[in-house]
């Protein structure tokens, strides 16, 4: 079974920095497309990070040059580096995986069967 368990998150000043942390159990790590979403208040889910099976990694744009998703293979866990965080980037984040073999990262909920429990991240001054 598919276990996806998040750490991580919490509350920074803007400017400030993160690192989230997802530990993946029940597959063969390396084989699924992974990623990072969030989700703010009335807000629908985003794709915010993705990697690929082959270790290609995509970013949305509004967070481009400030976060990085990496993965730890030794110890099957996803990462979220956020730096110069903004009061924008206010949300619950999830981590996911895709449940296939993906050549190239997606960002699309419905690519996603599997799912971490959320931790949020606050940034306000």
């Known amino acids: 079974q598919v276990q996806l368990v998040q750490s991580g998150g919490g509350s920074v000043q803007p400017g400030g920095s993160l690192r989230l942390s997802c530990s993946a159990s029940?597959?063969?790590?390396?084989?699924?497309?992974m990623a990072w979403f969030r989700q703010a208040p009335g807000k629908e889910r985003e794709g915010v990070a993705s990697?690929?099976?082959?270790?290609?990694?995509s970013v949305i744009d509004s967070v481009k040059g400030r976060f990085t998703i990496s993965k730890g293979n030794a110890k099957n866990t996803l990462y979220l580096q956020m730096n110069s965080l903004k009061p924008e980037d206010t949300a619950m984040y999830y981590c996911?995986?895709?449940?296939?073999?993906?050549?190239?990262?997606?960002?699309?909920?419905?690519?996603?069967?599997?799912w971490g429990q959320g931790t949020q991240v606050t940034v306000s001054s």
């Open positions: 029940g597959y063969t790590y390396s084989s699924y497309c």
């Open positions: 996911a995986a895709s449940g296939r073999y993906c050549y190239r990262p997606r960002l699309g909920v419905a690519e996603y069967n599997y």
């Open positions: 990697i690929s099976s082959e270790g290609s990694t």
